[in-house]
């Protein structure tokens, strides 16, 4: 059985985040949390349940442009997220929930299961949550005591008929991409990809742990 977290993401001010039904049309409101299952969005106010199978993704609005008292962040930045050790995009007014998943190991390009590569699959050939190929995308993330940002790791998916999956990998970890760490806070660190993603799907997972917070990026 998949797992799944349900992580409400308290926002101050209405980021304006627009979400598109695969019927053509969008809603404007604010991302609250995303399952495998069920996106919760909060319209003026009330709180709605969209399926997943009827969204075809989300956008959400440029970065503003803080200006903080003191120091390179802004308060709600330095703080970090309610919720620890998981990773959250850094939102125009708060911390949007990505994805959260568990992988499950499998072998590819074996013959009836044997041999082969292998590699860790994820239900879903798509994410819900979505960011633009020129957006900057920002991990935040609050850590506890005994936890280290180098163990996070960022990995592009191959999207198949109903799954996703990590490049094979014959022997030890999938291979990932190169991140850049800086703390922020108190026990609170970004963590940026060193290169400029390109569209597709991608998984941010710790070490030791079959955990995946999703994504997609889109032209």
Known sequence: MRL?????????TA??????????????GSLL???????RFSVNG???????????????GPPPVDTPATGSEPDWVVRGPDYANAPFLHGASGFIALEREAASAARSG??????GATVYRIQGARSPVRVHQGDRI???????SGWDPRDFQLFRLDSRMGF?????????????????IAKVGDSVYEITPSRPL????????PANSNDSYCFGVDY
């Open 46 to 60: 009330a709180v709605q349940h969209y399926s997943r199978a009827n969204v075809a993704g989300i956008d959400f």
């Open 138 to 144: 920002v991990f935040v993330v609050r850590l506890e």
């Open 15 to 28: 980021r304006g985040d627009t979400l598109r039904l695969r019927d053509g049309s969008t809603v404007t």
């Open 164 to 180: 996703r999956q990590t490049q094979p990998a014959m022997g030890g970890s999938p291979p990932s991409l190169q991140l850049t």
């Open 198 to 205: 390109a569209p597709g799907e991608y998984a941010v997972s």
């Open 110 to 115: 074996g013959v009836y299961g044997l041999g």
């Open 4 to 12: 799944f977290l349900l992580v409400l993401v308290a926002l101050w």
């Open 33 to 39: 949390s995303a399952s495998g299952d069920d996106i």
